[in-house]
């Protein structure tokens, strides 16, 4: 009988767990949604982003269907992947949150402006739904965003990782953002008046000056490998290019017209965790004039012989960038009129006491200064992002310093990780439209992603 009592106690236990599980809060919907519901598109090609409020546990078809406006699918323009009957298949891998499709202009295209494309998430997988932004016309010209809500896609490929792999610059009034592995170039070559030379400080390159001129005379003999180490409380300020952007205060000096007063470098093309490559991965670079462009002469340090790589100025970019291993100009940024903020990891500076040392930081925020972007920040004690508006302008100091944001945004020790909530931001672009700026999370600790953050902006001003 005490048996029977035991079971039946257990049974009810049993029952009474199961519908305490059963009376759990189930969670949220998981939307399908584009980033924006507007987008302007200028040059060669575009990405489009469809995020979802979470990861899903399996592969999950999205379709999205598209209606061009004076264009013609082949002809004018192709996608990635390619369409059929008018729809692009995607499908979300298990463990990620978004998905992606491109968009490329067929070479040779000239358009007027007024060409467009409507896409429309039609369908998805269950249990996903279509959020809200279900919708997104692309419009082949500039546009001026009233603003939106975005996820810069720092992470490359499925690895997340807390120093991403890309930097991303963001456009505002297009509502575009452009991902660029940070390993995919190692030198900028300036397109304006100066002939100026960076290197790839969102890489933690860092470079020294030889004595020489001639760049086969130089080999491992002409410098100590160590004295190239960057970050992790060691190196110098004069291994990398400034912080805030400043092109008079570049490793490599300006570059001269006159050949013999220009030095022999030796660049460690990635590191600033305090390492330096083999001496087999340094290279040695010299750079001369060639009329009004560049002419880069470049060899692995303990190579005899040199190969040469001719550089053109194009005005309507802030740099022509290169690969060294690729031995070419790879595109990087783009047209200096078309981006406003760069997110991501990159060579800064700090202090342990004993004057600023070089050091690494991710999730740094630059403005692009050399395209007059400018920005200031505001705290919320003198007002709220949700009431700023275009009459609270007066009185508000604008900075052309490239890292007039940098790290002030959010916090990472002292045991707190997390956006800073007492502060926003105002960008002015090229164009002078202002834009009031606040992030919304970057980290677990504040419900975001790291390599992944959040952030809104809107129109405050629209420029003349």
Known sequence: MKKIVRSLLLVAFLGTFNACSDDEPPLPDNLAAFESTEKGFEGEETEIKIALSRAVDAATAISVSLTP???????????????ANNAITLSVPAGQSSVFFKITKKTGVLLDGDESIQFKISSVGTPVLVGTNSSLKLSFKAIISEGTGIQLNGIAGTEPGSSAANSVFLDLSSNAQTPVLRDSWDL???NGTDFRVTINGTNGASALVTTKTDINAVSDKDFVGDSLAVGQGVGKLALVD???GDLTKTVIQAVSATDA???????NRKGGSGSVLATTDLYKILVLRKGAGYTLQYAKVNETTFKTLDVTKD??????FVSLEKGATVDVEPAKD???LKWGYSMYF??????LIPYGFSDLVFTNSLANVEAAEVLTSAATYDAFAESNLTGITFSKAADAIGSKWRVTSGGTVGVKTDRFYLIKDPAGNIYKLRFVSFHPNDGGERGKPKLEYKLVKKGA
């Open 315 to 320: 005005a309507a970019y802030n740099f022509e």
């Open 261 to 267: 007063d220009n030095k022999v470098y030796i660049l």
């Open 350 to 355: 700090t202090n342990f006491g004993t004057g």
């Open 242 to 244: 400034d912080a805030a």
């Open 69 to 83: 406006t004076q264009l013609t699918y082949g002809t004018e323009f192709t996608t990635i992947p390619a369409a």
């Open 188 to 190: 900028g070559f300036f």
């Open 338 to 340: 078309r981006w406003d």
